[in-house]
């Protein structure tokens, strides 16, 4: 049997505001943490386990053997590298698990149309869909227009926001996803998480809008520097997380991935203890507290990895395909 390694810290962690994204509605939200850390070889020491117990039952009492699970997975730095690539193994075993039957979905901070090509390499013809960070969700059916439906979005005013941010970053590019999915943006701002091509609007239009979400990205500033002037703007009435680098994605006060994950849950009729989530980013912090099973990636920063309950390996060495693999 390959070694376990467990740490149950006994405190109550209360993560920042631009770390948690985590803001005024529940910023007094106190988590408990207990976290399993996996090493080098204990992620093959969960097959071992699986193997060797006779109900078929894994550590967190429940197996995927003959019951649905309901399995969250990030995009970006979890079943992709930062260059977009899907591996072989990661993309076979993502299929392997929704071929089984379980609800497997997307949760990502990609834009609709960013999302399905995911959706449509890893398998899924039916279920659902978590994109924008919580701000839209899909329903997916082989029968729908396009294959799929919007069943949810969530929409806010962005111009406080966009004016406070623009007072403390005056150089920085501004993109808004509007209420019917298009795209605006400043500076000629394009990302490949939009899914579409931002049209170039002035920053007044952009107060006008009905935003679904917005994305602050800075070339001039450092982390360090564009975190400070996040902190200082005290953004409230919003959701937002901040990236890896000087990024900064925000939504509708209190949507986060587990706010509509929830939603399906309570929809899907799962039981908590058999969800499933797999992340990398300060945006699926909540993601990986609410999962009954929340599993961090292996570059994760350390508030990611805080938050989960085990630690895989990397992106770079197919972390997620090990998580995935342990639930055939």
């Known amino acids: 049997m390959t070694r376990l390694e467990v740490r149950k810290p006994a405190v109550n962690q ?9 803001l005024a509605p529940v910023s007094d939200v106190c988590f408990t943490i207990s976290m399993t ?48 690539h899907m591996t072989p193994g990661v993309r076979d075993a993502a299929q392997a698990v929704v071929a089984a039957g379980h609800e497997v979905m997307i949760a990502t901070g990609r834009s609709l149309n960013a999302t399905l090509p995911v959706i449509e390499k890893i398998g899924i013809e039916r279920g659902y869909a978590v994109c924008c960070n919580g701000g839209v969700t899909l329903r997916l059916h082989p029968e729908l227009a396009n294959g799929y439906e919007v069943i949810h979005k969530a929409t806010f005013d962005p111009g406080p926001a966009l004016r406070a941010l623009r007072e403390r970053l005056p150089s920085a590019k501004y993109a808004l996803e509007d209420a019917d999915g298009n795209f605006l943006s400043t500076e000629r701002f394009q990302d490949a998480s939009f899914g579409v091509e931002a049209v170039g609007v002035d920053f007044h239009t952009m107060l006008e809008a009905t935003a679904v979400r917005v994305v602050v990205f800075s070339t001039e500033n450092t982390p360090e520097e564009f975190n400070e002037a996040i902190d200082h703007v005290g953004l409230a009435g919003v959701t937002y997380s901040v ?12 949507v986060t991935k587990a706010s509509a994950l929830e939603n399906l849950r309570l929809r899907l009729g799962i039981e908590q203890h058999r969800t499933v989530a797999v992340g990398d980013g300060r945006n699926d ?43 055939l």
């Open 243 to 254: 990236g890896w680098t000087a990024w900064l994605d925000i939504a509708a006060a209190g």
């Open 14 to 22: 209360q993560f920042s505001k631009a770390v948690s994204c985590v």
């Open 285 to 327: 912090i909540e993601m990986l507290s609410w999962a009954g099973r929340g599993v961090a990636m292996g570059q994760a920063p350390e508030e990611v990895i805080a938050a989960a309950d085990e630690v895989t390996h990397s992106v770079f060495d197919d972390g997620a395909a090990h998580v995935l693999r342990s639930l």
């Open 37 to 84: 850390t996996l090493t080098e070889t204990s992620v093959a020491g969960n097959d071992d386990r699986r193997e060797n117990n006779q109900d078929n039952t894994n550590t967190y009492g429940f197996s995927g053997i003959g019951q649905k699970l309901m399995v969250a997975l990030d995009v970006d730095g979890t079943l992709v590298d930062h260059d977009g």
